[in-house]
T-cell receptor, first 114, second 114 residues
Framework: EAGVAQSPRYKIIEKRQSVAFWCNPISGHATLYWYQQILGQGPKLLIQFQNNGVVDDSQLPKDRFSAERLKGVDSTLKIQPAKLEDSAVYLC????????????FGPGTRLTVL | AQSVTQLDSQVPVFEEAPVELRCNYSSSVSVYLFWYVQYPNQGLQLLLKYLSGSTLVKGINGFEAEFNKSQTSVHLRKPSVHISDTAEYFCAVSSKTSYDKVIFGPGTSLSVIP
């Protein structure tokens, strides 16, 4: 079974530029999560999807971050414009359905904002 | 709301020595507890989870954890570590009514010294 795929693995941009990350969850997984992991901290949930609907985006900075999962499969997370404090690893995770306690994580995208 | 404290940010230990990584949590409701491991440049992988039943939980790679409800702790242990155990370890908690909302601790960096 293929795991959660993410791309790119690394991205370096300057502040005020835009960036997008892509995630393809495990096949058949209905629930998809995006986390932000700042250096030295644990992952923090940004947004949770159930199929193509948003379940929780309470911690997503909506003035600059957006995410979509149009067909209920893969997802993109966008930052526009980026700030220095957005430098972090962005992790995507999926689970078979919303009530599952175990999440499966991708390798992450490391973003550096200069 | 839940919160997680990992008492040691870094733990160096010699190969084949035992190790204990400490975790305390706070919550006003019943919780599920998790330990995840993150190897360098990889996503998080579930080590073990406590949902109910026996307070001693065995996980993968020879790790185990003991849940102590009175002390609100779930410390992770391994009797003999290997070089390959060098990684970041995250304790996490979720409420039993919303167990897909996982709150992660800041992590403990385990370094195994040959």
């Amino acid at each position: 079974e293929a795991g959660v795929a993410q791309s790119p693995r690394y991205k370096i941009i300057e502040k005020r530029q835009s960036v997008a990350f892509w995630c393809n969850p495990i096949s058949g997984h209905a629930t998809l999560y995006w986390y932000q992991q700042i250096l030295g901290q644990g992952p923090k949930l940004l947004i949770q999807f159930q199929n193509n609907g948003v379940v929780d985006d309470s911690q997503l900075p909506k003035d600059r971050f957006s995410a979509e999962r149009l067909k209920g499969v893969d997802s993109t997370l966008k930052i526009q414009p980026a700030k220095l404090e957005d430098s972090a690893v962005y992790l995507c995770a999926s689970s078979p359905w919303r009530g599952t306690d175990t999440q499966y994580f991708g390798p992450g995208t490391r973003l550096t904002v200069l | 709301a839940q919160s997680v404290t990992q008492l040691d940010s870094q733990v160096p230990v010699f190969e084949e020595a035992p190790v204990e990584l400490r975790c305390n949590y706070s919550s006003s409701v019943s919780v599920y507890l998790f330990w995840y491991v993150q190897y360098p440049n990889q996503g998080l992988q579930l080590l073990l989870k406590y949902l109910s039943g026996s307070t001693l939980v065995k996980g993968i790679n020879g790790f185990e954890a003991e849940f102590n409800k009175s002390q609100t702790s779930v410390h992770l242990r391994k009797p003999s570590v290997h070089i390959s155990d060098t990684a970041e370890y995250f304790c996490a908690v979720s409420s039993k009514t919303s167990y897909d909302k996982v709150i992660f601790g800041p992590g403990t960096s385990l370094s195994v010294i040959p």
